[in-house]
């Protein structure tokens, strides 16, 4: 059993789409899993080719007053997600000056999903704030996605990371000489750096274009054998530390 939070070092590094690449890479390996969107951005569930005019998800549920349960969906035998949902601009404004009042049903349920998932994947918004605290602290291992590239490294350097993060290389393309540096640099200075990466690859941006996750859409691109490679390194290295 394993909560695992996915946050990007800042937004766009492709959190959300490693989080559906990677529950759907587990599923694959027999793992039961449930994907959870804590962002109010409510994107992680193109991956996984829900209806861009259907409102349903935990936080709409949250504002209706509705059980979050009912959220909840099955893409596949094994692999369910939990959309945020649609909230208007009003609702978002509420959300973001009170997160615990509309999250804290996650809080209480963490302990009852534990029982029911033995992999719980969490796709946390990038950035500090009450709310993606609240939210990493629910979890055991916290997977910070970084890019290859100089606003990352010197994010890498002024921020502070939670105790239990590892940080996860995405989007490396090996023949750029400045990205081969930062990975050299990043091996041999950074704690807790996986050594394992994620290519930059067009299937990625294909299987978004597509509401797939990334495994599914192509599954033997290089990033995709890249995240069932990751997959099983998590088997091994996530669920017995968790
Ligand atoms: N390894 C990759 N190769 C190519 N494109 C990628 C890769 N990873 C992510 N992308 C693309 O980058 C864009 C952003 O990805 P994604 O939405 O997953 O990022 P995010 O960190 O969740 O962003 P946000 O901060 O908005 O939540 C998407 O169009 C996605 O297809
Ligand atoms: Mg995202």
């Known amino acids: 059993m394993a909560v695992i939070a996915l946050q990007g070092v800042r937004g766009g590094a492709g959190t959300s789409s490693l989080t559906a690449a990677f529950a759907w890479a587990l599923n694959q390996l027999g793992e039961q899993v449930i994907a959870i969107d804590f962002s109010a951005d409510n994107l992680l569930r ?74 719980i994947l969490l796709d946390v918004p990038a950035g500090d704030t009450p709310w993606t605290r609240a939210v990493l602290a629910l979890a055991d291992r916290v997977l910070t996605v970084v890019t290859p590239d100089a606003n990352a490294h010197s994010r890498l350097h002024q921020q ?43 299937a990625v941006a294909e299987a978004l274009l597509n509401k797939q996750p990334l495994g599914e859409y192509r599954p033997h691109a290089l990033a995709a054998e890249g995240m069932m490679t990751f997959a099983n390194w998590a088997l091994i290295n996530l669920r017995e530390n968790a």
């Open 46 to 119: 193109m991956h996984f080719n829900m209806a861009v005019n259907q409102p349903r998800g935990w936080l709409r549920a949250a504002f209706d007053e509705l059980p979050w349960q009912q959220s909840a969906l099955r893409y596949a035998p094994g692999l369910d997600f939990v959309p945020a949902g649609r909230l208007n601009d009003d609702e978002r404004m509420a959300f973001i000056s009170q997160p615990e009042k509309y999250g804290r049903a996650w809080i209480a349920q963490m302990e009852a999903l534990k029982r029911l998932y033995p992999w």
């Open 160 to 202: 502070t990371f939670p105790h239990n993060t590892l940080f996860l290389l995405n989007q490396f393309t090996p023949v750029s000489k400045a990205q081969q540096d930062l990975h050299q640099l990043w091996v041999n200075s950074l704690q807790n750096f996986i050594p394992l990466t994620i290519h930059r690859d067009e």
